[in-house]
């Protein structure tokens, strides 16, 4: 920019104003020498703009009847817009843009809308009488002919150019832009000054867009336009799920069932609330023009199927009590449509055929059922489904009861014919499983079910994502208006993703065979310590587990192999004190004393001097439980514990202290070490060692600022045997306590990486929540304030598991014990199956030890920690085989894919030429013509997924060597 305001600005502008010069007293340079005319006249729109008189404007426009035109105004010496029409030209009709030999008089001054705005132009149809008396050809035909639309089909008296039909169209799909936004566009493109004083065309054309994608997606399908098309006649398939009788393997029957997953039906289900429709005077019995044919279920049987349904039972509304997201009981909406609920192909995103209905109150089972048995009709005859819903848990209890109920109250319905569905697989969908109970994330996992591949079930959010921009319109429209301009929406993003479906599959081969090298390089990892027949062993019990997993019914008897036993785990600080209290040789006012002096004065600092915990009330609390807790604690250990100390330290050196543990600052707190961290002696006594950040004013004198607080904090410090140096905790009475106090911070340093670990891992589904999401300023307020609390949980166990471990570290524990290894913030880190939803290169980064010590702890002399450590791994195998597994379901499912997209272009072609062939036969010419456009558009789509593919796609597989 500053080359350009330097450099070019100036001259740019000159060049600008250089279009404003008159033509001067130049003659017409394309009139004939002997009747050269004034140049008064110019065309903004042809290249050049040259002035010419008005006879060799009107001739050269002639077939360019919406060009935009000035007129030199010789007394006010400026270009004026002005209108070919204005300056008497008239459209014909009929002959090439020539007058018609027969005139009858019938000039109509219709209104024209065009790219370039909206005008009033003077129009004559053609007169021509054929035999018997008759007109040849229709007004309409004739407005059809000349690439008019027209916007009534009797007398039309507005009409619309094919050219803006067309534009307008790819607008309103690609950027969600209103009808109203579109009519102000063209009306400002007319006159900018008073576009009010333009022709509104906003009504007739919110009718003919709907005609004209109606048209448009017949003729795209290769379908009659009329009543009671076939159902999904009119929608985009996905050419790379499996269409039966168009891309699936001849051999697919013969695969293995350990293969069956390639000829799955992958589909996701969801509801929308966005997608709602008002209650508002409108034509009720308005119907959608593409009834049944295109993503909605057939209307008319629907409306039939609704009065059928019991009421809502009241455990269908609790059902949904194992997870956060309660949409069976949504009743946000008023109206008479609350939302929608789809299925879509949930590998590619495409949406499916009759996959769509309307919700009345909630997210209700039978309105799911209908969308399903709708959608699937196509797909009922594979052998495997698999199916991803946020409440599939819930959803596939009762399915079979509420399907032979329908099987009996819906048999008279045309468009339900199949009830019966094949295997179904049932999973959650990634970002909707950790709000699940812990049940629920390993039975409906797509981390860790068969066939799963790297599919993660949220397609249906991410078109909704597109959808939800549509809502304010959609919810103003007509039903009927409403289904066609969601079809539409719907049928654009279906073929985007057609023609950009070897490409993506390209990319998705490339990245399954790179991180199906990272996943088993992490098996053999985990592998290392792992025998032969301990192997052998999960192996067995691996895949019983996926066996049973198939069957809902199964899911109540079966365990989790993919954490550790919470039995084999290390004691926690409850467990330390059961053993402490119940051993006969320890005394139990020194337990108590020690176990109370355990209150967490460092936490509760760092959270004081942290500027965006200023004012919150739960800080305040914690103080107040601190003081509380903190005076219990002195009354014991003045009486237990501090006349031992000062039996111990009588005579000796004056610092006894441990400098460490009485070190409160920020480095001390992350697991650093303060003589590197350089805070300085000198700086520390600068600062007063923390300082709280600026205090709100407090309500009352009664409550004490952060700073207040932070001052006491400081003066009040909790003396335990960790506080005193090593020859202190050897004399005789203290070393007791010492013991047990270090007994008590093992349990406390156990607690507190368990209390890390599920934050960490609640945490990482935060941050997917946040990163594919976009909200409101209100959500995104609130997502921030969520963010801190998790934010400063994970700190909370960071900090108390290096008190913890420092202490045991004064006690006397070994600096390398393997029990408790340095905490780092790089050790921080969740502990996840690496999914399509990770961020790349997670696969390749080494586990932090909180999740796997296994090499050191494994040859531990501690008992329940060699069980615990081999629980641990256990559960690491079993993840690290899933995460394998499923990027080998995935590089075989992406090949099988890449042949069904190739036969599928192959198929479409082949269709396509064969009906131009017909058509030609039966003297249709136009008709052909399409036809061969679109034979031509399946071969380019099937040379450019063949180069996409080169050198990647393989043959297809049908048993495993």
Not at 707 to 735: C, D, F, H, I, N
Request: with cysteine.
């Amino acid at each position: 920019m500053s080359d350009f305001l330097d450099n070019h600005a100036q001259r740019a502008q000159a060049g600008l104003y250089r279009r404003e010069v008159g033509p001067g007293d130049h003659p017409c340079p394309t009139c004939p020498p002997a009747c050269r005319g004034e140049a008064a006249f110019r065309c903004v729109d042809c290249l050049h703009r040259r002035a010419v008189c008005l006879g060799c404007l009107l001739k050269s426009h002639q077939a360019l009847p919406f060009h935009r035109v000035e007129q030199w105004a010789t007394s006010d010496r400026f270009w004026k817009r002005t209108t070919l029409s204005a300056l008497g030209m008239i459209l014909y009709l009929g002959h090439g843009g020539l007058p018609c030999e027969v005139d009858r008089g019938n000039l109509r001054e219709m209104k024209i809308v065009h790219g370039r705005g909206i005008e009033r132009i003077r129009v004559k149809f053609c007169s021509c009488i054929q035999d018997g008396g008759r007109v040849v050809a229709s007004d309409v035909d004739q407005l059809m002919d000349c690439d008019l639309f027209p916007a009534s089909w009797k007398v039309p008296e507005t009409a619309f150019t094919m050219a803006v039909m067309k534009d307008l169209q790819l607008l309103a799909l690609q950027t969600q832009a209103t009808a109203v936004d579109l009519m102000r566009y063209l009306a400002r493109s007319s006159d900018n000054i008073d576009p009010d004083d333009v022709d509104d065309r906003y009504r007739e054309y919110m009718i003919s867009q709907r005609e004209f994608e109606y048209l448009s997606a017949t003729k795209r399908a290769g379908a009659e336009p009329g009543r009671n098309m076939a159902g999904g006649s009119l929608a985009v398939l996905c050419p790379a799920c499996p269409q039966p009788e168009i891309n699936m393997d001849p051999q697919w029957k013969t695969r293995g069932p350990e293969l069956r997953f390639l000829d799955a039906m992958y589909y996701a289900t969801d509801g929308n609330f966005h997608l709602n429709q008002k209650i508002k005077p409108m034509d009720m019995a308005d119907s959608p023009l593409t009834m049944g044919a295109a993503y909605f279920a057939n209307e008319a049987d629907y409306a039939q199927f609704l009065p059928r349904v019991p009421p809502k039972k009241e455990p269908e509304v609790s059902c949904t009590t194992c997870h956060e997201f309660g949409a069976l009981g949504y009743g946000g909406h008023t109206g008479k449509v609350s939302g929608v609920v789809g299925l879509y192909c949930q590998r590619h995103m495409f949406a499916l055929p009759g996959g769509l209905v309307d919700l009345q109150k909630g997210e209700r089972f039978a309105n799911v059922d209908y969308a399903m048995l709708s959608a699937l009709q196509p797909w009922m005859d594979l052998e495997t489904h698999v199916s991803g819903y946020d409440i599939n848990c819930q959803y596939r209890i009762n399915l079979q009861e509420r399907l032979d109920w329908m099987r009996k109250e819906t048999a008279d319905l045309d468009s339900i014919l199949k009830y019966d569905f094949p295997l179904t697989l049932a999973a959650v969908g990634k970002f909707h499983l950790p709000a699940h109970c812990e049940a629920c994330r390993i039975f409906f996992s797509f981390h860790f079910l068969p066939w799963c591949a790297m599919t993660d079930g949220e397609a249906a959010e991410r078109i909704w994502a597109i959808l939800n921009s549509i809502g304010n319109a959609t919810r103003e429209m007509t039903p009927g208006h409403r289904h066609d301009f969601i079809n539409a929406l719907l049928s654009d993003l279906n073929a985007r993703r057609v023609h950009g479906i070897g490409k993506y599959l390209s990319r998705k081969h490339t990245e399954a065979e790179e991180y199906l090298g990272w996943a088993k390089e992490e098996l053999e990892l985990a592998e290392r310590e792992v025998g032969v027949e301990e192997k052998a062993a999960w192996k067995e019990e691996l895949d019983r587990w996926l066996s049973d997993v198939l069957d809902l019914k199964k899911h109540k008897d079966m365990k989790n192999p993919f954490e550790p036993e919470k039995s084999a785990g290390g004691c926690s600080i409850c467990d330390a004190q059961s053993t402490l209290l119940n051993c006969e040789g320890c005394p139990l006012s020194r337990a108590y004393s020690v176990a109370d002096g355990l209150v967490d004065r460092s936490n509760l600092i760092r959270r004081l001097t942290t500027p965006h915990l200023v004012g919150d009330p739960s800080v305040a609390e914690a103080y107040k439980k601190f003081l509380t807790d903190l005076a219990a604690w002195k009354v014991r250990h003045d009486m237990y514990i501090h006349p031992l100390i000062i039996h111990a330290t009588a005579g000796k050196p004056e610092h006894h202290t441990n400098a460490k543990m009485l070190d409160d600052s920020e480095a001390v707190a992350k697991g650093q070490d303060p003589a590197k961290s350089g805070v300085t002696d000198e700086k520390k006594r600068k600062l007063g060692d923390l300082e709280a950040p600026p205090a709100r004013p407090s309500r009352s004198r009664k409550e004490l600022t952060h700073g207040e607080m932070l001052v006491t904090l400081r003066e009040r410090r909790v003396w335990l045997p960790s506080s005193y140096t090593r020859q202190v905790q050897q004399e005789a009475g203290v070393k007791a306590a010492a013991e047990i106090e270090f007994k008590l911070r093992e349990g406390q340093a156990n607690d507190a990486l368990d209390y890390l670990r599920a934050h960490l891992i609640s945490s990482y589904s935060f941050y997917l929540f946040k990163k594919d999401s976009k909200h409101t300023q209100g959500v995104e307020t609130r997502t921030k304030s969520m963010e801190r609390r998790k934010d400063d949980a994970i700190d909370t166990g960071g900090t108390t598991y290096r008190r913890a471990r420092q202490a045991r570290l004064a006690l006397g524990m070994a600096e390398d014990d393997p029990t408790h290894l340095p905490l780092t913030a790089a050790d921080i880190k969740p502990f996840k199956v690496y999914t399509a939803d990770a961020e790349r290169g997670d696969s390749k980064k080494v586990t932090s030890w909180i999740w796997s010590t296994f090499e050191k702890l494994l040859s531990s002399k501690n008992k329940s920690l060699r069980t615990w450590s081999r629980s641990a791994l256990k559960a690491l195998w079993f993840r690290r085989m899933s995460l394998h597994a499923r990027w080998w379901e995935e590089a075989l499912l992406v090949n099988e894919e890449m042949h069904r997209v190739l036969r599928s272009f192959q198929h479409f072609e082949g269709e396509w030429q064969t009906r131009a062939d017909q058509w030609d036969e039966k003297n249709e010419a136009g008709r052909a013509a399409y036809s061969r456009k679109q034979a031509y558009r399946y071969r380019r789509l099937l040379e450019g997924a063949q180069a996409a593919f080169k050198g990647k796609i393989s043959a297809p597989v049908y048993c495993i060597s």
